[in-house]
């Protein structure tokens, strides 16, 4: 990794195995506890939310089409996956399980026929 290319990584595994050794490079292990990395996790989506606080709803989608405001989300948004992929390593996660599973389990809860078109109701 020390020459700056990811190798053109995309899959949720080969992005977890260059965030760890990204972190080992750099001694930065032994900062990573689940704490500090929810704790990070949480700054880096306040940091998103930043962005979107003040914007009427209805303009966000159209106020982030511009390049600028894409990209700036976009580091946000990389910032936030970063965390999330290192807490999921360090906590032993299969993070694409995890994800399949939970959408399966609200297949099963929300089926569309029923649901379409409405928001969920927080039970």
């Known amino acids: 990794m020390d ?7 995309t899959d949720v595994a080969g992005l977890t195995r260059l965030v760890r050794e990204f ?3 750099r001694d930065w292990e032994q900062f990573h506890d689940p704490k500090s990395l929810v704790l990070a996790l949480v700054g880096e989506v306040g940091e998103l939310a930043e962005l979107f606080q003040w ?4 303009e966000a989608a159209a106020r982030f089409a ?3 405001r894409r990209q700036r989300a976009g580091e946000e948004l990389a910032d936030v996956l970063v ?3 290192r807490l999921a390593d360090v906590l032993d996660v299969d993070l694409a399980a995890a994800a399949q599973a939970k959408i399966a ?3 099963t809860r929300f089926p569309a ?3 379409r078109g ?6």
């Open 83 to 85: 965390y999330l992929l």
């Open 3 to 9: 020459d700056g290319t990811d190798g053109g990584v």
């Open 105 to 107: 389990a609200a297949r």
């Open 118 to 123: 409405t928001a969920p109701e927080k039970r």
């Open 66 to 68: 511009a390049p600028d």
């Open 113 to 115: 026929d029923a649901v």
């Open 23 to 25: 972190s080992r490079e």
């Open 55 to 58: 914007l009427p709803a209805d």
